[in-house]
């Protein structure tokens, strides 16, 4: 099957429905625009994440435009609601999603359009917004000794709750929310929790407004500018002193180790000859942009990233990249949705 359309969409999570509501007004879905998510259903990675993140413990949930997001009981698992509200927002904006579908490459043809390989056949199109976001490429480091622990080993990506690691060692490995969040709710089962990361933990005070969401953005986006690799958006933020991590700070549960230097069969040793025994390791090590069916299009450069002006390739102005650097979180993919649709709109009136 071959179809063409004006623009195609890829992915379906916050950044992608954002742009395809900013499209709905202006192209009719399956003949001027279509949407692409290689999920089963509605939800983007919200319907990946694991039970006891709740609606308390999430650190927040944005709206899509135009559509309130529920407030059901603190204790509701996020998971249980979010992609129920995805696919409402799908349904009431008449967006069309195509699922499951894979795409497997975005080449460039000699009439300027584009041809997206799906597994369900090519479509061409004349622009193309990606927002296929992080979720399948959780990031794995590699350290000495790691294919000989003779324990387990997981990615946040596979994390299910905390009953699993009852009277287990666990060493949870990575600075960012969701590292803290496994360690709040692991610790109270486990033999014992030690948390390691690269870099000491930078703590914010104070509440996190719309001014200085606005200075975050702008130093994740000015990397991107520049063609490096995207900083993730905590990495710029700090981490919330919420009331509940502050308990947990002060019953110990989150004093930090600095980054070992190996992994031995039965635990992490530092080069000053720390050991730490262990059971399990939790990679809370974050993930990295899914783009490699983009590669045939040669976007990266020197420095691996790729150059962005706004949401849009520099080099190829038929290419936004929304949930990227700094639309990689929830905080501006809604904003990014509205400024890919309005300039690939200029582009094809030329």
Known sequence: ???????????????????????????????????????????????????????????????????????????????????????????????????????????????????????RGTWTARALINATGTWERPFWPRYPGQEAFGGRQLHTAQYRGPEEFEGKRVIVVGGGISGIQHLMEIAPLAAETHWVTRRPPEWREGEFDSEYGREVVAKVEERVRRGLRPRSVISVTGLPLSPEVRAAREAGVLDRLPMFDRIEPDGARWEDGRFVEADTIIWATGFRASLDHLAPLKLRGPRGGIAMDGTRVAADPRIHLVGYGPSASTIGANRAGRTAVREIRELLAT
């Open 1 to 119: 099957m071959e179809r063409e359309v004006e623009v195609a969409v890829i992915g379906a999570g916050q950044a992608g429905l954002a742009a395809a509501h900013s499209l709905r007004r202006y192209f009719e879905p399956e003949s001027g625009f279509v949407v692409f998510d290689h999920n089963p259903g509605p939800g983007g990675a919200w319907q990946h994440r694991w039970p006891t993140l709740t609606f308390k413990t999430v650190n927040r949930v944005y709206q899509l435009p135009d559509m309130a997001v529920p407030e059901p009981d603190e204790d509701t698992p996020v998971a249980d609601v979010i992609p129920g509200y995805f696919a409402e927002y799908e349904r009431a904006f008449d967006l069309r999603v195509q699922r499951p579908v894979s795409v497997e490459a975005v080449r460039s043809l000699p009439d300027k359009r584009l041809a997206v390989e799906t597994d």
